[in-house]
């Protein structure tokens, strides 16, 4: 931020719902809220947890680099989860300071937070307290690429959410492949989607701070109306998105371009689950000249694996594409050697794109984030994505997950960890989720003698679920099967789901 605040001092860095800064303003406020931590007994450059709790805004941008600023690590929370999980957030981080504002303040402090772990942002920028001279040269000193610079979580497999901890060194890698891949100069005005709290998010946010584009936050309830959401789009001139894939799917069901375009727009890229195919043609069809781009990735990750989608070729198996920039990819039999052209493997990835692991689990970070196991003469570690790949022809095409983890709505979701909330939150003997990928639906079995009050069962796993790992059906079994090993026969119950599903469509 420190060069662009130079090179583009005036011109608007953000707009959203909440006002909009230059980038001048954007550091000035991120500065007096690090400078304001410190006024709190918060040690300058300590790299210390603090809890960024309110909704996506300038606000939110502003405590995020304030914390950056002040040499400490941000953990951005959404507002809108269930106070459980947030509440399992907070224990797991066990943070410094919760920075919030007025309607957070109520909904923390009422769930039993104390008020003396939390601030208000307004409290932190209504005293323009003085800068030191060197604060800023301090924070860079005393920084290194490998400390962390935020966390974000992820679902677990076990109930409990992981904590992602993401280095700096991360963060400027990834934006630097960005920007140097797609020739990203300052011109341009990048739609935002992703939550803050989503690591598709890092692309919009850093790549508006490295090249001096603004960052445009779109409000979220258009993109529950295509018609909207495109006024939006050409009002703000915008020019770039990043968005997960069912976004785009669901504007072209919706047939969005029938009567309008969007003649301001130069790159969409997608990320997420698998873009459908009739999707993707429709925006191609309707935005010729477009540069459209699939990208992969994961919390663990970041983004690994691009594809920019040539405009006139069939759109047909579309492959995640090449290996990112200062980034290995290989693919593993279950025997942990190398696959071969043609080949299904699980898809492994090694490089500076990699987390530094779960925050305070050390035996998952273990399990997941391993000794390369074709190098013997170093270390060497690699993640274990669970995604199953392919490579042809240099290459990598996707075919589905090894485990039980799913993409829904752009979001990584453990089958377990609502497997763990479903058996807890109600009185059933035994859950299992499968998901329907075809109608992007979650399917929630429970075991009971009796049909429940599903509703009721509902509301419950919405106290305690964040909104999109909620299941949509249920279905209620009079004894969970299981196979051989005495585990849960996911593909018995798939294939009789799939099977009532084509009784019914008949």
């Not at 809890?51 to 304030?66: A, E, H, I, W």
């Not at 909207?228 to 009002?235: A, E, P, Q, V, Y």
């Amino acid at each position: 931020m420190e060069k662009t605040r130079v090179d583009f001092s005036d011109k608007t860095a953000v707009e959203a719902a909440d006002g909009a800064y230059s980038f001048f303003q954007l550091r000035q406020k991120a500065l007096t809220v690090a400078v304001a931590l410190s006024s709190r007994h918060i040690s300058h450059c300590a790299k210390k947890m603090i809890l960024v709790y309110m909704p996506k805004g300038v606000r939110l941008l502003c405590s995020m680099f304030g914390v950056l600023y002040s040499g400490n690590v941000y953990v951005p929370m959404d507002c809108r989860a269930p106070v459980n999980r947030t509440k399992l957030i907070i224990d797991i981080i066990d943070p410094v300071l919760i920075i919030t504002d007025d309607e957070g303040f109520k909904v923390l402090t009422s769930n039993g937070i104390p008020e003396t772990l939390l601030a208000r942002y307004s409290e932190l920028v209504e005293h323009n307290i003085p800068i030191p001279e060197r604060y800023i040269a301090n924070t860079i000193a005393f920084s290194q690429d490998v400390n962390p610079a935020y966390i974000l979580f992820t679902s677990g497999s076990t109930g409990v959410p992981k904590g992602v901890v993401i280095p700096h060194r991360r963060v400027i890698n990834y934006i630097k492949w960005a920007r140097g891949f797609f020739s990203i100069g300052g011109e341009e005005v990048i739609g935002n989607q992703a939550p803050f709290y989503f690591t598709v998010s890092a692309m919009d946010i850093f790549l508006c701070l490295a090249t001096g584009s603004k960052l445009c936050i779109i409000p979220e309830h258009l993109f529950s109306r295509p018609d909207k959401l495109i006024l939006f789009l050409n009002t703000n001139k915008i020019s770039l998105i990043f968005w997960v894939s069912s976004v785009y799917h669901h504007v072209a069901g919706m047939d969005a371009f029938r009567e309008v375009s969007l003649p301001y727009l130069k790159r969409a890229w997608f990320v997420g689950e698998p873009m459908p195919e009739h999707s993707l043609d429709y925006w191609i069809k309707n935005l010729p000249g477009v540069e459209f781009a699939n990208l992969y990735g994961s919390t663990e990750t970041d983004m690994t694996i691009a594809y920019r989608v040539p405009g006139n070729a069939p759109i047909s198996n579309i492959p995640l594409g090449y290996p990112c920039a200062n980034t290995d990819v290989l693919l593993l039999k279950d025997d942990l050697t190398a696959t071969r052209s043609g080949e299904i493997g699980e898809i492994c990835v090694r490089g500076s794109c990699l987390a530094s692991g779960y925050y305070r689990d050390l035996e998952k970070t273990r399990s997941s984030f391993i000794q390369n196991p074709l190098n013997n003469d170093y270390i060497d570690i690699l993640y274990k994505t669970g995604d199953l790949g392919e490579e042809r022809g240099g290459l990598i095409y996707f075919h589905g997950r090894r485990d039980h983890q799913f993409k829904h709505l752009g979001y990584r979701v453990e089958a377990g960890e609502i497997e763990a909330i479903a058996a807890k939150c109600y009185d059933v003997k035994s859950t299992c989720v499968l998901y329907d990928s075809g109608k992007r639906q979650i399917v929630l079995f429970y075991e009971s003698a009796e049909q429940i009050d599903e509703l009721a069962y509902r509301r419950e796993l919405m106290d305690n679920l964040p909104v999109y790992m909620v299941p949509t059906r249920y279905i209620r079994l009079s004894a969970m099967p299981y196979n051989a090993n005495r585990k849960k026969d996911r593909i018995l119950l798939k294939s009789q789901y799939i099977q009532a599903e084509e009784i019914s469509n008949d």
